[in-house]
Nanobody, 123 residues
Framework: QVHLVESGGGSVQTGGSLRLSCAAS????????MGWFRQAPGKDREGVAT???????TFIDSVKGRFTISKDNAKNILYLQMNSLKPEDTAMYYC?????????????????WGRGTQVIVSS
């Protein structure tokens, strides 16, 4: 049984930083594409960052240069380092895992999902 558990969310002021973690069990993150998604109230879920089996990363334009996605294969944990946070980054952040090694930013391509961790950035 696969479980993805996010942690690290919270409330920060503009310009602050947070590091999100996603601990996986019943699933080996090194073999497949992993991603971070977010969903703000009234908006669609969007892909924020992905990392494939060999460590190639992608980011949406709005977070490039501010967010970093990484993974610790030995610990089976996915991370999202978020710096220079802005109020528009406020959302529920979800960790997701695909059943293949190639990545897209489409939520429909990810099979396993965590329950999310809330990020609030105040101005």
């Amino acid at each position: 049984q696969v479980h993805l558990v996010e942690s690290g969310g919270g409330s920060v002021q503009t310009g602050g930083s947070l590091r999100l973690s996603c601990a996986a069990s019943g699933y080996t993150i090194s073999n497949s594409c992993m991603g971070w998604f977010r969903q703000a109230p009234g908006k669609d879920r969007e892909g924020v960052a992905t990392i494939n089996n060999i460590g190639t990363t992608t980011f949406i334009d709005s977070v490039k240069g501010r967010f970093t996605i990484s993974k610790d294969n030995a610990k089976n944990i996915l991370y999202l380092q978020m710096n220079s946070l802005k109020p528009e980054d406020t959302a529920m952040y979800y960790c997701a895992a695909a059943t293949h090694f190639w990545c897209t930013g489409r939520p429909s391509d990810f099979f396993y999902w965590g329950r999310g961790t809330q990020v609030i950035v105040s101005s």
